[in-house]
């Protein structure tokens, strides 16, 4: 694939990699999909939280955080066995 970036945004790429925070513009370009990608699967997941909530699906977050804490006092105990 070939890209042709706007200038400021090439500018941008290009002092990242000046910069020494990435080894090339490819890289760079790379890891900035790689966040749209996870803000796109956030924004989805945050649309099926809200659907849920829309039709009454909501956790008290005083069971789950004991349900965690449960779980954790779990495992630990588990680990102390072995």
Same mark, same amino acid.
């Given at each position: 694939? +070939?890209? #042709?970036?706007?200038?400021?945004? +090439?500018?941008?790429? #290009? ?5 020494? #925070? ?15 990608? &996870? $803000? ?15 039709? &009454?699906? +909501? ?13 954790? $006092?779990?495992?630990?105990?588990? $680990?102390?066995?072995?």
């Amino acid at each position: 694939m +070939s890209l #042709k970036l706007p200038a400021e945004v +090439s500018d941008f790429v #290009k002092s990242l990699v000046a910069q020494g #925070k990435y080894e090339s513009e490819e890289d760079a370009v790379v890891d900035g999909l790689r966040l749209l990608k &996870g $803000r796109e699967e956030l924004r989805a997941k945050i649309a099926v939280g809200i659907d849920q909530l829309e039709h &009454g699906e +909501s956790f008290d977050e005083e069971n789950v955080f004991d349900e965690v804490e449960a779980e954790i $006092r779990r495992v630990e105990a588990e $680990r102390g066995q072995q």
